[in-house]
C-alpha cells in the first residue's frame, strides 16, 4: 500500500513538474512573440516616451552632459543639446511632442540627423501652458534618408541664445509617435522582410 501511495505521489509531483515546464515555456515563447511583434510594429504605430532621467530602450539621456543638469525635471544650460532614438525596425513618420518651460522665450528648434547636417523645425502647438507654465509643442519628420546607425537615430535640440547656464530650459517628457504602414496594408510577407532587412544592416 505504502509503495503505491509512494508511486501515485512521484507521479503527481512528475505531472505537476512538467505543467510548470510548459507553461514556463510556453510563456517565453508568448513573450518573445510579444516582443517581436511590437518591434514589428504590426499594427503601425509605435508610441515611446522619456523624461531623460535615465537610458530606456528606446531614448538615451540628453547629451552632452555638462550642458544638462538632471533633477526633478532634465534642465537644458547649455546649447545645442543632443539625444539618440533607437528604432527596432524601419518606419516612414515620427511625430515628435515635447513638454517643456522656456521661461526665456529662446527659439528652440529639433531635429535628426541627415549626414552631416541636421533638419531642423520649429516647435509648434496650440495648447495653452499648464498652472507651472510648461507647454506641449511638437514637429514632424518624415524618416526616410535619416541617418540610422546601428538602429540609432540621432535627435538635436537647438536654442540659439542660450548662454547663460542659469537660464536654461525645462523638459518634463519627451514623446516620439512612429509610423509606418500596418502589417494587414499591402503584403504581410513583404512587411516581415522589410523588417528582417532592417535588422540584419543594422545589428
Same mark, same amino acid.
Given at each position: ?5 509512494n508511486m501515485?505521489k512521484?507521479m503527481?509531483i512528475? =505531472?505537476i513538474?512538467?505543467f510548470?515546464k ?5 510563456g517565453?515563447?508568448c513573450?518573445?512573440l +510579444?516582443?517581436?511583434?511590437q518591434?514589428?510594429?504590426w ?5 515611446? !516616451?522619456?523624461? *531623460?532621467? %535615465?537610458?530606456?530602450? +528606446?531614448f538615451?539621456? /540628453? %547629451?552632452? !552632459?555638462?550642458r ?5 525635471f532634465?534642465y537644458i544650460?547649455?546649447?545645442p543639446?543632443y *539625444?539618440?532614438?533607437y528604432?527596432p525596425?524601419? *518606419?516612414?513618420?515620427?511625430i ?7 521661461? *526665456?522665450?529662446y527659439p528652440i !528648434?529639433?531635429?535628426p &540627423?541627415?549626414g552631416?547636417?541636421?533638419e531642423l523645425k520649429d516647435?509648434s502647438?496650440d495648447l495653452p501652458?499648464? $498652472? &507651472?507654465?510648461f507647454?506641449?509643442?511638437?514637429? $514632424? +519628420?518624415?524618416?526616410e534618408g535619416?541617418?540610422? &546607425?546601428?538602429? %540609432?537615430?540621432r535627435? =538635436? =535640440?537647438?536654442l540659439?541664445?542660450? +548662454?547663460?547656464?542659469?537660464k ?7 514623446? =516620439?509617435t512612429l509610423l ?8 504581410a510577407a ?5 523588417? /528582417?532587412?532592417?535588422?540584419? &544592416? !543594422?545589428?
Open positions: 500500500m505504502t509503495m503505491i501511495m501515485m512521484h503527481t512528475t =505531472i513538474m512538467k510548470i510548459a507553461v514556463i515555456i510556453i517565453s515563447v513573450l518573445v +510579444f516582443l517581436i511583434l518591434d514589428m510594429a499594427t503601425g504605430r509605435l508610441e515611446v !516616451q522619456t523624461d *531623460f532621467k %535615465k537610458f530606456t530602450p +528606446f538615451t539621456i /540628453l %547629451k552632452p !552632459q555638462d544638462n543638469i538632471i533633477g526633478d532634465a544650460k547649455g546649447e543639446a *539625444f539618440d532614438l528604432l525596425r524601419d *518606419f516612414d513618420k515620427a515628435l511632442e515635447i513638454e517643456y518651460k522656456n521661461e *526665456f522665450g !528648434q529639433i531635429g &540627423n541627415v552631416l547636417e541636421w516647435l502647438g501652458p499648464d $498652472e &507651472n507654465n507647454i506641449i509643442q511638437g514637429a $514632424e +519628420f518624415d524618416l535619416k541617418n540610422i &546607425n546601428n538602429g %540609432k537615430l535627435f =538635436i =535640440i537647438s540659439p541664445g542660450l +548662454f547663460e547656464p542659469e536654461g530650459v525645462y523638459v518634463k517628457n519627451l514623446k =516620439i509606418r504602414d500596418p502589417l494587414w496594408q499591402g503584403s513583404d512587411n516581415l522582410i522589410s523588417y /528582417l532587412k532592417y535588422a540584419k &544592416n !543594422q545589428f
